[in-house]
């Protein structure tokens, strides 16, 4: 599985780096996230799925390779 994260829809939340800090990070200047793992180890994918969902920008994918 392969995460994409649309930083220009970012509204730097933070809500996916609260749920998942293995796989993502925030800018300091600014707060927008960004993924420091695009291919999470498979024990972190249901953290991964669940910041797909809470993200309220709808800025986070989670693609099949």
Known sequence: MRVEL???KCVASGQCVLTA???FDQRDE???AFVTDEE???DSL???REAVAICPA???R???R
């Open 6 to 8: 649309d930083e220009p």
């Open 21 to 23: 800090p293995e796989v």
């Open 30 to 32: 600014d707060g927008i």
């Open 40 to 42: 999470p180890a498979p």
């Open 46 to 48: 249901d953290a991964v």
């Open 58 to 60: 709808a800025a986070i």
């Open 62 to 64: 989670l693609t099949e």
